[in-house]
C-alpha cells in the first residue's frame, strides 16, 4: 500500500512541556485512521504538526509525499484540514465561505459554484446558504467548517474532534459525510478521545498519552491486548441459587436487577452449561447476551485511567 502520512520522530516541546515526543507513524491511502487519547495527550499538537501550522522541534511530516514544512502551498493542496474550532468566517455566508474557500484551492469560478452547490446539499443547509454563518447553531457551523475543507476533494482529511459538543443531527452528517469521502478514496485522519467513535468508525487507531504514542493497531487487536475475557448477559425467570452458576470458567458473576454478568473466558462452554443448567432446573432464560474486550479497556490501561 501506498503510504498517504508519514510522521517520523516528531517532536514539539511548548516552554516545560513536552507535548510530544518522538512519534512516528504511518497511514496508508484509503484508509481510516483515529488518533485516540486523552484531553491534552498530544493529538491536536501532532495533527498542527502534519499539516504544517507548526514547526516540529525535530523530525518531519510527509502528506502524499511532500513536506508541509518545505512545500506548503503544494501540501495544502493535497488535504483539507478540520480544526476542532473551526476557521470560518461568521460575517460571510455560507456560500461565501465555500467560494472563498475553493478560492484559496485555486479553483474557477465554476467549479466553485458546482461544488458549492453539491456540498450545500450534502450538508443539508439548501435555503440557508445566504444566511450569515454567525446566526448557525454550531452543528450547521461545523457542517460549513467541513464543507470549505472538502469542496477541492482533497486525498487526505485531517479532522481533528469533528463532533465534539454536537447535536445529534449534526452528529450523524458529519458521520456520513466523512464515510462518503473514505468510500471515495480519501485517507481520514480522525483526532478523538471518544472511544466508541474510534472504534467505530477506524480501520486502524494510535494511542497517545503525554505525548508518546503508547500503541497502534486495529481496534480488535488492541481490545485483545489486555483482556480476553468476555461477558455473558443473563436474565433467567424462576428462583434458583445464583452459586449454582459458578464453575471453573466462570470468573465472576454481577447482579443488577433481574440481570447476572457472567464473566469468562470461555464464552461457549459457558453458555452450554447454562443451558443445560436450566434445562435441569426447569428454568427459562429471558434473555441472553455476550460481548467481547472493549476499546475503552485497552484505553484505560494504557493511559493509566484518564479518559
Known amino acids: 500500500m501506498t503510504v498517504a502520512v508519514e510522521a517520523s520522530n516528531l517532536s514539539k516541546t511548548f516552554g516545560d512541556v513536552e507535548a510530544v515526543k518522538d512519534v512516528s507513524f504511518t497511514v496508508e491511502k484509503g484508509e481510516f485512521f483515529g488518533f485516540l487519547g486523552p484531553n491534552g495527550a498530544g493529538k491536536t499538537t501532532t495533527i498542527r504538526m502534519l499539516t504544517g501550522l507548526i514547526t516540529p522541534d525535530s523530525g518531519k511530516a510527509l502528506i502524499d509525499g511532500i513536506d508541509p514544512q518545505k512545500d506548503p502551498i503544494h501540501a495544502k493542496m493535497k488535504m483539507g484540514v478540520i480544526p476542532e474550532f473551526g476557521n470560518i468566517y461568521v460575517d460571510l455566508t455560507a456560500k461565501e465561505n465555500l467560494h472563498l474557500a475553493g478560492k484559496f484551492y485555486g479553483m474557477s469560478k465554476k467549479e466553485r459554484e458546482d461544488r458549492a452547490t453539491e456540498i450545500l446539499h450534502m450538508m443539508e443547509l439548501k435555503g440557508r446558504e445566504n444566511d450569515a454563518v454567525r446566526n448557525f447553531s454550531k452543528g450547521m457551523k461545523q457542517r460549513v467548517n467541513i464543507g470549505c475543507a472538502i469542496i477541492h476533494e482533497p486525498p487526505v482529511l485531517f479532522l481533528d474532534e469533528p463532533t465534539s459538543g454536537l447535536d445529534v443531527q449534526s452528529k450523524r452528517l458529519v458521520v456520513e459525510i466523512v464515510t462518503k469521502m473514505k468510500e471515495k478514496g480519501s ?100 434473555s441472553l447476551r455476550t460481548q467481547g474486550p472493549s476499546l475503552e479497556e485497552a484505553f484505560v490501561r494504557l493511559t493509566g485511567g484518564n479518559k
Open 187 to 286: 485517507t481520514i485522519f480522525l483526532t478523538t478521545h471518544n472511544i466508541q467513535e474510534a472504534n467505530e468508525l477506524c480501520e486502524r487507531v494510535g494511542i497517545i498519552h503525554k505525548g508518546d504514542l503508547v500503541a497502534i493497531d486495529r481496534p480488535e487487536k488492541l481490545r485483545n491486548t489486555f483482556d480476553k475475557t468476555q461477558s455473558i448477559e443473563v436474565s433467567i425467570e424462576g428462583e434458583f441459587d445464583i452459586d449454582m452458576l459458578h464453575n471453573n470458567h466462570v470468573n465472576k458473576i454481577e447482579r443488577s436487577g433481574d440481570k447476572l454478568t457472567l464473566f469468562t473466558d470461555h464464552p461457549d462452554i459457558t453458555v452450554k452449561r447454562l443451558v443445560k443448567l436450566t434445562d435441569e432446573e426447569d428454568l427459562k432464560i429471558l
